[in-house]
């Protein structure tokens, strides 16, 4: 097969890292993979030799986002080579694809809850092209049944669910080199009020008596003014991101909505205790006090949480961590690519 996958631009955020893994994985498998990215930046991350990485040259300035958006599509739209399988996996990649109907087929990888990516009045246009994204007539393939449910409810279109992966030889657990500090994690976008790091630091302020770190593992160049240690991470790789889970103790993800929480499975993986919110989906494998802590969205719950984790430490390791790690090692690399191809075969042999 030739699968074409179009980006705006990889970065090192969880759906890009599948995304990349994707496409490795099904070119080890002796398919054809192009990744039409616009831009000329470097690729976050590493993208196999065999992976044809096309880049086209685009410029065009953020802050601007219809015409980010809308000359991005046309250059997405006149640059992609003809296919099997063109994936789209960010809504506004979508229609590139479809106008492409005649040189392959689209089908949508939606990560996230893309249908209202920009809420001024100035992009209702941007909204109703992504409002409209979801309920064409393509195959829709969703991480977790909490967003194939959504998009059922809300757009009446059925949605196929592949979860992503998490390489357990690459993320996996490791002794701690100083068990005397307890070591809080959080990995993602910091100024995202939507990810909850707002909630965790909040938190390590009133936490008095223990002997703490909380490390933010994120892209942004930030600096934080506090009276406890915070310690900012930018990795360049998985290699460096585990090397920072293997570090830590305790993993927040205190999201209010994600798509799946790939982040808490590579913590899970890695032998963390994770700290979770009920962002959807994470329901698909996170099950409270066995593999992880349900916690309420809130300051207490979370500073009540790291008190109870600081005073039975041992009692969680036996249990929590120990099925944390056998859950991850669920959601193999083989699984998810074993899926894509099978689906891939199964809509080119229908059409």
């Known amino acids: 097969m030739i699968i074409t996958i179009p980006s705006f631009g990889l970065s090192t955020t969880g759906g890009d890292r599948m995304i990349i893994t994707i496409a490795n994985g099904l070119s080890k ?23 044809n990485v096309i880049a086209v040259p685009f410029h065009s300035e953020k802050k601007n986002l219809f015409d980010f958006v809308l000359r991005g599509m046309n250059k997405l739209a006149n640059n992609l080579p003809p296919s099997d399988i063109y994936l789209a996996n960010w809504v506004y990649t979508v229609l590139p694809c479809i106008a492409n109907d005649r040189r392959g087929r689209t089908i949508f990888l939606a990560q996230a809850d893309e249908a209202y990516d920009f809420v001024p009045p100035r992009l209702k246009i941007l909204n109703g092209i992504s409002y409209e994204a979801f309920k064409l007539n393509i195959p829709i393939v969703v991480p977790s049944t909490f967003l194939g449910k959504m998009i059922k409810q809300r757009f009446r279109n059925r949605t196929i669910v592949i979860p992503p992966c998490v390489n357990v030889n690459t993320f996996k657990p490791k002794t701690k080199k100083n068990p005397h500090v307890l070591k809080l994690l959080f990995v993602g976008d910091v100024e995202s009020k939507n990810k909850g790091l707002d909630i965790l630091m909040r938190a390590c302020a009133h936490i008095k008596d223990i002997n703490f770190e909380l490390h933010i593992a994120t892209q942004r160049s930030v600096t934080f003014d506090t009276k406890y240690n915070v310690f900012v991470h930018k990795p360049r790789n998985n290699r460096e991101l585990a090397h920072i889970y293997n570090e830590s103790d305790v993993f927040f993800h205190l999201s209010q909505k994600e798509g799946f929480g790939l982040t808490l499975l590579e913590a899970m993986a890695s032998g963390l205790i994770g700290v979770v919110t009920d962002s959807g989906g994470i329901n698909d494998f996170a099950v409270n006090k066995k593999n992880c802590l349900i916690v309420q969205r809130n300051v207490d719950s979370v500073v009540s949480t790291i008190y109870g984790i600081h005073n039975n430490t041992k009692r969680f390791k036996n249990t929590i961590i120990s099925n944390a790690i056998k859950t991850a090692a669920q959601y193999s690399e083989k699984r998810m690519i074993d899926s894509f191809e099978s689906l891939f075969l199964k809509y080119i042999s229908k059409n």
């Not at 993979?33 to 065999?50: A, F, H, W």
């Open 29 to 51: 498998r002796g398919h054809v993979v192009n990744m039409v990215n616009l831009g000329t930046k470097v690729l976050p991350y590493k993208i196999s030799k065999e992976v």
